[in-house]
């Protein structure tokens, strides 16, 4: 069964520092990895999709990498802003599953 | 209009009720899910469908059942809604033959009381 796994659960840290989030998956067998933003109560907004035949995707700060051999991601957050604050999580389809597997998140807290 | 739309966007019901929670996509993606998210427990998968005629259960459907309507249209169902049930239901549309990227609705908080 696959499993995603976030490292941290929980991060807080000053406005401007550059940060990264980790994702592990037990499954090395996927189609995609997908990176996701939930702000309180709300819905899932797509932040960057890597393809299991790429090594990083890039959208303004953000950069994702995939290590799919050793089942590793990363999310990298370039000048952090208050405005980030929210749970980032990452999910992978593929390895064994139908759908999406998610991760438990990473809750960020950007202090100003 | 959002992609994916779900009603209702909140809702409370009492327990032993039937309710439904409805979806609907102006993607055109094949694949529509259902998932709930518990705190604690992450998004966890319910219920899918990769076409009106394909239905399949996911990780957690006791208590639960699905209706593929359409195409666009795919439907959450509590026969007999009970507390625990009480959780955030998130619908959620992909295609199999682009980028099997997800896209996912509002969502909808249900409280079971």
């Known amino acids: 069964k696959q499993e995603v796994t976030q490292i941290p659960a929980a991060l807080s840290v000053p406005e401007g520092e550059n940060l990264v989030l980790n994702c592990s998956f037990t499954?090395?067998?996927?189609?995609?990895l997908q990176w996701f933003r939930q702000d309180p109560g709300k819905g899932l907004t797509s932040l960057l999709l890597?393809?299991?035949?790429?090594r990083e995707q890039t959208s303004g700060r953000l950069n994702a990498s995939l290590d799919k051999s050793s089942g590793r991601s990363t999310l990298y957050i370039a000048a952090s802003q208050p405005g980030d604050s929210a749970t980032y999580l990452c999910?992978?389809?593929?390895?064994?599953?139908?759908?999406?597997?998610f991760g438990k998140g990473t809750h960020l807290i950007i202090q100003p | 209009d959002a992609d994916v739309t779900q009603t209702p966007r909140n809702r409370i019901t009492k327990t032993g009720k039937r309710i439904m929670l409805e979806c609907s996509q102006t993607k055109g993606h094949d694949r529509m899910y259902w998932y709930r998210q518990d705190p604690g427990l992450g998004l966890r998968l319910i219920y899918y469908s990769f076409d009106v005629k394909d239905i399949n259960k996911g990780e957690i459907s006791d208590g639960y059942s699905v209706s593929r309507q359409a195409q666009a249209k795919f439907s959450l169902s509590l026969e007999s809604a009970i507390p625990n049930q009480t959780a955030l239901y998130f619908c959620?549309?992909?295609?199999?033959?682009?980028?099997?990227?997800?896209?996912f609705g509002s969502g909808t908080r249900l409280t079971v009381v």
């Open positions: 999910a992978v389809t593929g390895g064994g599953a139908d759908g999406l597997t």
């Open positions: 959620a549309t992909s295609d199999l033959w682009t980028d099997y990227g997800y896209t």
């Open positions: 499954d090395s067998a996927i189609y995609n």
């Open positions: 890597i393809q299991s035949s790429q």
